[in-house]
Every structure is written in structure tokens, then in C-alpha cells.
């Protein structure tokens, strides 16, 4: 049994598979314990769309994730402090994790200039300019008050060349020791992110240049460790080919977390590979579009077909709407645009991620998700692309 543990947060491996690097673990923060593999619902906006708090309880939701960009313009993570903190904010007792916005700026900043010191970025809400630096993302996550806070890395897109993805790994370690010595509330657990896109030897180097953090400065070890700058437009086949030797390369005795995966045959082979924790908006973005997932692969209720179907969403599946609609009532809804098909499909959807999350852990815990991982691939629930 592997444990590490720091201040008020603490990670125990219980199993690791015999055949895959799959592990069975409980994590444990201030608000709970986690038990991994988990998937995280997104809650950018300190909200998971169309679901309430209490409704994320009951599919089993452990942690969400809220967004450290969003709520810093909007309403102000100054205000999330007044309010108590992110957890009384909006009405969630349970752990959240927020990731540093370095992704967001990237991704969203069409004015983005970025320096070795931080960086200057303009607000997609009003335009206004504001300028971060490292210690800034530390501020703004302790005022959010969140259980586990991010490192501010800098996330090349896909393709960027070799010179491009070197120069982040370095800024992106660079950025993690300033994070590890502004980090003041022991009660947040920090986790550095390795970043160096499809190139395994700068995968490999950033995790060094994490691990030596630890040991040349007085700082303390880094909690936990996030995967970046994979699942920003690569094919999922290229994540994998260098996915399994990060995961590996990190410490054991740590929680590993791929950051932005929500498929689920994605999931799946990643947990056989070592990883813990993963997030990511399309559960609930593609319900909102009518798309779910399903024991029999991807299903789009706009299709005709469903029009007069009159048996359960997924015949594999108990969650709420599968136990109580139809697909015919569901397509209605999503053809009517009503708001009831956003509830309803994202429910299903993030309950279909966390129960799948369930089972891969009973495997591991029993020692058979070799098994579990052939079962799935040969099953149509893993034609979901």
C-alpha cells in the first residue's frame, strides 16, 4: 500500500491491477474523501450546466471542478472569498479542484502576450486587460478556496513545433516553483502539470524538471501532478502512444491527473495506463446538444429513428432518466429545445462516466481490469469516437 500525505490531504493507493498500471486509490481533502479512478464533472461557472448540487449527489459526483479564469473575472474571486469560499458559494459540500485558467488564456486570449514573468490577456466578458503572474494564480485560487489548486502552465497547441513545446516545458517549470513557494494555505493541496505535447523525451524532462523542484528547493512536494497540452486537437491513437510512460514516470505515491478527457473509451484504456483523475465539459456539452452516451456507443436523439421509441434512453443503464423516460419523450424535448433535455441528458451522461468510473475500480480492487479493459473494447459502448 502506497500513502502520501501532506498537511490535510492525502492520497493511499489500495490496489494496482496485475496486468495493466490500472490502480484503485482514495484521496482525501478537507471536504472528503475521493475514490479514484474518478471522473470530475466541470462546474466553469461554479455550476455544472443544468444540474443542481443535490442532483450531482445522487448520480455520485465525489469533486467538481471549477474554473479559476471564468470566476476570477466574473464574479470575482474576491467575492467567492466574502461568500465563504467556493463550496458555500454554490451550495457544494463536497471537494473542488480549480485549474489555474492557463488553458482559457491560451486557448481564448486572441490579445494574449506571455513572458517569462506571467501573462497580460484581455477579458472576453468586457475587454478589459489584466496581467498575471504565477503568485497571481496562487492569490486568486486561495480567495476561491478550492481543496486542490493548479500550477499557471503554459499549454501549446497541437501541432506546435519542437522549439515552441521546449520553450513551454521550461516556462511551465519555471512557473511551478514560483506556484510552490507563493502556495501560503496548507489546506490546498498543489499539484504541478507536465506539459511537452506528443514529444515523449520533453514529457519525460518536464517531469524532471517537477521532481527537482521538490528536492532543490525548501518548499515541499508537489501533492499531485496534472498531464496537460494532451486532448487539445491531437487523435486520441497519438495521446496514447506516450501517454503510458508519463503516467508511469510519475511518483506512485501520488494521484495523476489527465487533464480535459471525457471520452469514455478514452478513460478506460488511460486508467490501464496509470492514470486517476480526469474532467472534462463534454458529458454535459454534448447533451445539450441531444448526444449521449450509451451501452451502445455514441447515440444523437435527433435522429428520426427515436421518434416513436418507446423503451429507455440505455436498457444498460439506472440512472434517473433511463428509469423514467422514453427515447421518444427525450427526442421530443431535444426537438422542442426544451430545458428538460439538458437536465435530463446530462444527467444521464455524467452518470454514465462515474458509473463507469465505479466499475473500473471494483475491477482493479479484484484484480481483473485486463479483463474489464478487453470486455470494453469488444463491446459497441467503446464505439463512442
Known amino acids: 500500500m502506497l500513502n502520501n500525505t501532506s498537511n490535510s490531504f492525502s492520497f493511499t493507493v489500495k490496489a494496482c491491477d496485475p496486468v495493466t498500471a490500472a490502480r484503485a486509490a482514495t484521496l482525501s481533502t478537507p471536504h472528503g474523501e475521493i475514490e479514484t479512478p474518478i471522473f470530475m464533472p466541470v462546474g466553469t461557472q461554479a455550476t455544472v450546466k443544468a444540474l443542481t448540487p443535490t442532483q450531482l449527489e445522487e448520480l455520485g459526483a465525489q469533486i467538481v471542478l471549477a474554473n479559476t479564469y471564468h470566476l476570477y473575472l466574473r464574479p470575482g474571486s474576491d467575492l467567492v472569498e466574502q461568500a465563504g469560499g467556493l463550496q458555500r458559494f454554490m451550495g457544494w459540500e463536497h471537494s473542488i479542484l480549480t485549474d489555474s485558467g492557463g488553458f482559457q488564456i491560451f486557448s481564448l486570449a486572441d490579445t494574449l502576450k506571455v513572458d ?13 486587460h489584466h496581467r498575471w503572474r504565477p503568485e497571481d494564480t496562487m492569490r486568486i485560487q486561495n480567495e476561491l478556496g478550492s481543496d486542490i489548486i493548479m500550477q499557471l502552465d503554459q499549454c501549446p497547441p497541437w501541432p506546435s513545433s519542437r522549439d515552441a513545446v521546449t520553450q513551454a516545458v521550461a516556462r511551465s517549470a519555471s512557473w511551478a516553483r514560483r506556484c510552490r513557494v507563493a502556495q501560503q494555505n496548507p489546506q490546498q493541496a498543489l499539484f504541478g502539470i507536465v506539459q511537452g505535447g506528443t514529444f515523449l ?17 525548501d518548499t515541499g512536494a508537489f501533492e499531485g501532478f496534472g498531464i496537460g497540452g494532451y486532448s487539445v486537437g491531437e487523435p486520441h491513437a497519438v495521446m496514447l502512444e506516450t501517454l503510458g510512460e508519463v503516467a508511469c514516470a510519475l511518483p506512485a505515491d501520488r494521484p495523476r491527473y489527465l487533464m480535459g478527457v471525457g471520452n469514455p473509451t478514452t478513460l478506460v484504456r488511460a486508467i490501464a495506463l496509470g492514470v486517476d483523475m480526469f474532467d472534462c465539459v463534454l458529458p454535459t456539452r454534448i447533451a445539450r446538444t441531444g448526444t449521449v452516451f450509451s451501452s451502445e456507443g455514441r447515440l444523437n436523439l435527433r435522429n428520426a429513428r427515436f421518434t416513436r421509441d418507446f423503451g429507455p ?22 426537438m422542442s429545445k426544451e430545458i428538460l433535455a439538458a437536465v435530463l441528458l446530462s444527467q444521464h451522461n455524467l452518470f454514465y462516466l462515474l458509473d463507469l468510473m465505479r466499475r473500473a475500480r471494483h475491477a482493479v480492487l479484484q484484480g481483473r481490469y485486463g479483463s474489464f479493459l478487453a470486455d470494453w473494447e469488444s463491446s459497441p459502448a467503446s464505439h463512442d469516437f
Open 313 to 334: 434512453l440505455d436498457s444498460a443503464c439506472h440512472c434517473p432518466t433511463c428509469t423514467q423516460f422514453t427515447r421518444a419523450y427525450l427526442r421530443h424535448l431535444v
Open 201 to 217: 523525451d520533453l514529457r519525460l524532462e518536464s517531469i524532471e524538471r517537477l521532481l527537482d523542484i521538490e528536492t532543490s528547493d
Open 116 to 128: 517569462d514573468e506571467g501573462v497580460s490577456f484581455s477579458s472576453i466578458i468586457d475587454g478589459s
